[in-house]
């Protein structure tokens, strides 16, 4: 049973910094995908950043690309989202996903929310004006 742990959260000031962390057990990420995704309450879903952990490559979306960026570490099993210029519209609870069980190489991951099988519980991000 794959286990992801987000860790990172919290508030911070417009313009600032946060790096969160998703720490994976059960399975293995050295080639998956894993994902990042966010959700406003009464919003959908949506898509952050997503890594192909075997290949390195990397997707964005277009209202976090240049701020934010995805990296493994793969002797921890852990991915990290590091979001720099917050934006108060970054304001969501934030999500770890990984795509499927096991070992799965490819060099271009979904970024569809409902293509994840396993998620985390979730780690607010609150940006002030």
């Known amino acids: 049973q794959v286990q992801l742990v987000e860790s990172g959260g919290g508030s911070v000031r417009a313009g600032g910094s946060l790096r969160l962390s998703c720490a994976a057990s059960g399975s293995t990420t050295s080639a998956n995908c894993m994902g990042w995704f966010r959700q406003v309450p009464g919003q959908e879903r949506e898509g952050v950043a997503v890594?192909?952990?075997?290949?390195?490559?990397?997707y964005y979306a277009p209202s976090v690309k240049g701020r934010f960026t995805i990296s493994q570490d793969n002797a921890n099993f852990t991915v990290y989202l590091q979001m720099n210029s917050l934006k108060p519209e970054d304001t969501a609870m934030y999500y770890c996903?990984?795509?499927?069980?096991?070992?799965?190489?490819?060099?271009?991951?979904?970024?569809?929310?409902?293509?994840?099988?396993?998620w985390g519980q979730g780690t607010q991000v609150t940006v002030s004006s």
């Open positions: 890594l192909s952990t075997g290949r390195g490559t990397t």
């Open positions: 996903a990984q795509y499927k069980f096991g070992v799965f190489d490819t060099p271009q991951c979904p970024s569809r929310p409902v293509e994840y099988a396993f």
